[in-house]
Nanobody, 119 residues
Framework: VQLQASGGGLVQAGDSLRLSCAAS????????TGWFRQAPGKEREFVAA???????NYADSVKDRFTISRVNAKNTLYLQMNSLKPEDTALYYC??????????????WGQGTLVTVSS
């Protein structure tokens, strides 16, 4: 499975950005998928996930600002990020689990796309 994340960039606080993750080699509908991020000097952290049925889960820090979605027909995962804050600055990774639910660690990872939010 290959995951290709895109859509990162430099934005100002309060702006919006949408990340995309295109998958090949596996049908998205058969896997839970999600987003993680790693800020400079910090460990990688969970951002959001969506399971095979569309049920979602979010980190408290992004709840009500970020929305994860998926178009199975396009094998593409999205992360709509609104009201961005400087603390959202990080390298964002898309990931996929081997199973239907987001349990444990993802099995596959994308290469990351950089989001920088200026104050």
């Amino acid at each position: 499975v290959q995951l290709q994340a895109s859509g990162g960039g430099l934005v100002q606080a309060g702006d919006s950005l949408r990340l995309s993750c295109a998958a090949s080699g596996r049908t998205f509908g058969n896997s839970a998928t999600g987003w993680f991020r790693q800020a400079p000097g910090k460990e990688r952290e969970f951002v959001a996930a969506i399971n095979y049925s569309g049920s979602t889960n979010y980190a408290d820090s992004v709840k009500d600002r970020f929305t994860i979605s998926r178009v199975n027909a396009k094998n593409t995962l999205y992360l709509q990020m609104n009201s961005l804050k400087p603390e959202d600055t990080a390298l964002y990774y898309c990931a996929a689990w081997a199973g239907l639910y987001y349990s444990g660690s993802p099995r596959w990872w994308g290469q990351g796309t950089l989001v920088t939010v200026s104050s």
